[in-house]
């Protein structure tokens, strides 16, 4: 499978520069530093043409930020982002264009994503007018298709995003992303805002325009019952690093790296009823102060002093399988 969007040791970091009060205060004795946030640390990652992947990490571990890279939103701070062989920092004018229609992201909160100044008719329509892939006596039409497609009645086209519900200000930002004709959608949390029978229709739904128009999903979620449902592979990352890549049913049936481990035993299942609830001992480390090694070493119980001054690297334990830990070194 030809990789549609490869990262090579991408890192991203978030910088907040010292003020002009706080250089003085350094310049008469004082130790204030610049903080740093390391929220994507040195991934790699290639996503076929075609292929559901999904990115599950708890809060904070970097993943939204990560498909904002993916989607054009924040440029790495360092490594190469690559669309269709290209990297996107050395494309022409013309081909930066192509990629920036062809990768579109759908957001979490859909009230927040969308302009409450304008009707659904110019959310949609604004893009496609915008960038010539159809004129402004076609938008009607064109409105009208999209908005069938995603199961909005088309009349409703000259309303305003508060007069929908959730689950239909999802599909509406569901609409512009595909407005624009995209071949890859990053779905950061796309469902996370919505009641759980909407969620199931809005899953159904992503499903059958991947089958209708051959696309391509990076689906960012906590949950993992859904990602399990909707995914050919997982993606498990832990404070800007990835630490596990597997087919799913090959991850859910036995997952190597003990974070992965730790997230699979709180998933609820019916067979573990009556079972006591055990979440992963600690916190998520800040990663404005990430620890040494492995990150995930202060609260993994199989940690060594190996594993609190060595980086693991991400590697090949099994084909087509990635684990960063050095207990398989031992293996």
Sequence with gaps: MAALIELENVSKRFERKLDAAEKIFNLMGGHIHAEVVHAVDKVNLAIGDGEVVGLVGESGCGKSTLGRVVAGIHAASDGTVKFKGRDVTKMSAAEAKVWALQ???IFQDPM???NPRLRVRDIIGEAPVFHGLVTSAELDDYVEDLMLRVGLDPSYRTRYPHQFSGGQRQRIGIARALAVKPAFLVCDEAIA?????IQAQVINLFMRLRADLGLTYLFISHD???VEHVSERVVIMYLGRIVEIAETEELFRKPNHPYTVALLAEVPRIERRGQTFAPIKGEIPSPLNPPSGCHFHPRCPHATDRCRAEQP???EIAPGRYSACHLNDQS
Excluded at 193 to 197: E, F, N, Q, T
């Design 313 to 315: 690297k991400l590697r």
């Design 112 to 114: 927040s994503s969308l």
């Design 224 to 226: 993992l019952g859904v």
């Design 193 to 197: 805002a919505l009641d759980v029978s």
């Design 103 to 105: 990768v579109q992201m």
